[in-house]
């Protein structure tokens, strides 16, 4: 399934619309959050993927938000999402992901409310350097009751742990997916998505089988 989506995507991208327009053969569309705390990549990580231009709502970031946003270790980043970041991306003839990027603040918790709405699942990015701060984001995943994969993200010079280590400190359940990613990449984002979307399959299949 991996590369089949992978390689499905690839040919979307030479279509000759651009990619501007959905294929005539897509029949369903999905709603997924891409989520995490505070700079670890989502704006990032929707604009690689996206067959459309992505919609953006970056600001750039004042000695004000200094205050409030921890730029301990990212001392370089100068913008912020404060609203969303929208993306899209076509996996198949028939199937369709409208990709919606969250802000990590916490200020920013009451627009998840609406943001989760309709969302069959999210892909929640981390960052070894600050793992801890990723309890927050999945802990209003499990209040909403959205299931999520966990995708860490490449970080030039940033620590790398064992799988098992990582899955300890972020306390997931075992059928939780975990993979590794570069954002900046297409191909490292599409697969991230995609253990995604194989879980909130499977988990489709059992509860159809309850």
């Known amino acids: 399934m991996d590369s089949a989506l992978a390689s499905d995507h690839g040919a979307y991208g030479a279509h000759p619309d651009g990619g501007v327009y959905l294929r005539r053969t897509v029949r369903t569309a999905a709603k997924i959050l891409i989520v995490g705390h505070f700079a670890v990549g989502k704006t990032t990580f929707v604009g690689s993927l996206s067959e ?11 000695q004000a938000g200094a205050l409030v946003d ?3 270790g990212i001392e370089g980043k100068t913008t912020t999402t404060v609203a ?3 993306g899209r991306l076509t996996l198949s003839d028939s199937l369709v992901l409208y990709l919606f990027g969250a802000p990590g603040q916490q ?7 609406d943001m989760t709405q309709g969302a ?3 892909l929640v990015l981390a960052d070894t350097r600050r793992l801890e701060q990723s309890f927050d984001v999945m802990g209003l995943l499990e209040e909403h009751g959205l299931p999520y994969a966990v995708a860490v ?3 030039d010079g940033a620590p790398s742990h064992p799988e098992e280590e990582i899955r ?16 900046r990449d297409r191909i490292s984002s599409t697969r991230a998505l995609i253990s995604l979307v194989e879980y909130l399959q499977t988990r489709t299949a059992a509860q159809e089988h309850v």
């Open 84 to 86: 969303m970041d929208f």
């Open 153 to 155: 993200n490449h970080f």
């Open 168 to 183: 300890e400190a972020l306390d997931l359940l075992p059928e939780t997916p975990l993979v590794t990613c570069d954002a």
């Open 107 to 113: 200020r920013f918790t009451r627009l998840w409310q």
């Open 120 to 122: 069959l699942g999210a």
């Open 52 to 62: 459309i231009r992505p919609l953006r709502t970056e600001e750039t970031m004042t």
């Open 70 to 72: 921890d730029l301990a």
